[in-house]
């Protein structure tokens, strides 16, 4: 889905220019855009629903911009702008795959904004005219994403199709054929690969990858992935140079050593193409925990505040004022476990404790008890994931501290409810079970 959705996206420009402004494409461009920050100059959006796409920044830069509002005006009064957004959502949908797909266009204001980018599957489109370039960006689902929202155990098919049955209990793949199985997997559900590169002194450099297909490269059985490893910090890989890669399915790690063949470009629409590298086949693939405490999803979400510890604003210390507190992020803490939990909210939610590694405070009401829960906590994930097939969330994954008195004490409360939510989950399983054989 992946590949067809950058195909579709590239044809829509290419025929918008050329129907709108009758300039013809030279070269497309297509990368792939890290985690963070980026100014766009945008030119509008277009909103999709019920497709493998829910929004798309348009942008264009100062030549192009010129040559649109130059333009003619459309019979109906619509200026060359809003003509050129409505022909890329048209072109967009003909091709499009879902029921029905449908959308619109808005924000149609040309400006530079700023915007927050979710570093996996987000794909960035370069259309070069004579005139002028087009931009286009978009988050990319897998295909498993989209089908879980109207069918939530498709992943789940898909793994006990192409897993061992006790894959949950092994600690390693080790045999030609699971680990062939593993990697067709991998591919169908498009699941995120990371692959950590050395940046010398500095550590490692983390890289996110799609798994596109396998051939034979350089006499060796090997796998190609859509990855971006020439980020101008990593060292330069040579042939036979190791990296260690890992994907992740339901709480377990799959770590696997990926040794290094060759750079390759993956063909795209109009001359555009993919940054992509073969790798040799793993021998052995190791199977761990994701985390080193069980996770539990709460039977009903919790309300939560977040915010930045920097955002704190302390009183006076003579004590004649009062601490006031700064901006929050309000959300939901969907599951939880002693060491940390995950934090739902608006896609659209901004603010610095969305920056992985800020060191943030947590409010939350536990039902039942009288005082609220305030515990320390550093953000060790931020994400997207969809909320339904036609709506982004941004999840928040946290990892408590203990680093004071309050904060120990509200870890033995998270421990407590734990506790009290994972018996109640026994007892209703032994009661199930009774009547089952009663």
């Not at 063909?267 to 052995?284: D, I, K, R, T, Y």
Request: contains cysteine; charged residues 25%; hydrophobic residues 40%.
């Amino acid at each position: 889905m992946l590949l067809q959705t950058l195909d579709s996206l590239i044809r829509a420009g290419i025929d918008a220019l050329q129907t709108t402004c009758g300039l013809s494409v030279t070269q497309a461009h297509v990368s792939m855009v890290g985690n963070g920050s980026l100014t766009f100059p945008a030119l509008g959006e277009l909103h999709i629903r019920n497709g493998t796409l829910q929004k798309v920044h348009l942008g264009c830069d100062t030549v192009l911009m010129t040559r649109l509002a130059s333009g003619a005006d459309s019979p109906d009064g619509s200026s060359g702008l809003e003509v050129m957004a409505a022909r890329v959502l048209s072109s967009l949908l003909e091709e499009m795959e879902g029921r029905r797909p449908r959308g619109i266009v808005e924000n149609l204001a040309p400006a530079p904004v700023s915007l927050h980018t979710r570093g996996q599957r987000t794909f960035g489109v370069r259309l070069e005219t004579e005139s002028g370039r087009l931009f286009m960006l978009a988050e990319i689902p897998s295909k498993v994403e989209m089908e879980e929202t109207n069918n939530g155990d498709a992943a789940a098919r898909l793994i006990a199709r192409y897993l061992p049955p006790d894959w949950l209990q092994r600690r390693e793949l080790t045999s030609g054929m699971a680990i062939d199985n593993f990697l067709v997997l991998v591919r169908k559900i498009e699941a995120d690969l990371f692959l950590g590169v050395s940046r010398g002194a500095d550590g490692l450099s983390l890289h996110s990858g799609l798994l596109l297909d396998h051939g034979t490269r350089c006499g060796q059985r090997a796998i190609r992935l859509c990855v971006d490893l020439d980020d101008g910090e990593s060292e330069p890989l040579a042939r036979g140079h190791t990296l260690r890669a890992s994907v992740g399915l339901q709480d377990r790690a799959f770590g696997f050593d990926l040794a290094f063949l060759e750079h390759d470009r993956f063909a795209l629409s109009g001359g555009g193409s993919l940054p992509c590298a073969w790798f040799a086949v793993p021998e052995s693939i190791m199977v761990t925990q994701r985390r080193r405490s069980f996770r539990l999803p709460l039977p009903r979400p919790l309300d939560i505040e977040v915010e930045s510890v920097d955002n704190l604003r302390s009183g006076s210390p003579w004590g004649d004022t009062t601490p006031t507190r700064g901006p929050v992020l309000k959300g939901l803490l969907s599951d939880l476990s002693f060491e940390g939990g995950r934090v739902v909210i608006p896609a659209g939610a901004d603010g610095p404790m969305l920056e992985q590694g800020q060191l943030a405070r947590c409010h939350l009401e536990i039902p039942g008890d009288p005082e609220p829960l305030v515990i320390t906590a550093v953000v060790r994930r931020v994400s997207l994931s969809l909320a339904d097939r036609n709506e982004w969330q941004r999840e928040i994954g946290l990892e408590f501290c203990a680093d004071s008195v309050e904060d120990c004490a509200a870890s033995a409360r998270i421990r407590d409810l734990l506790m009290d939510l994972q018996r109640a989950r026994l007892a209703h399983r032994v009661h199930v079970l009774s009547d089952m054989t009663g």
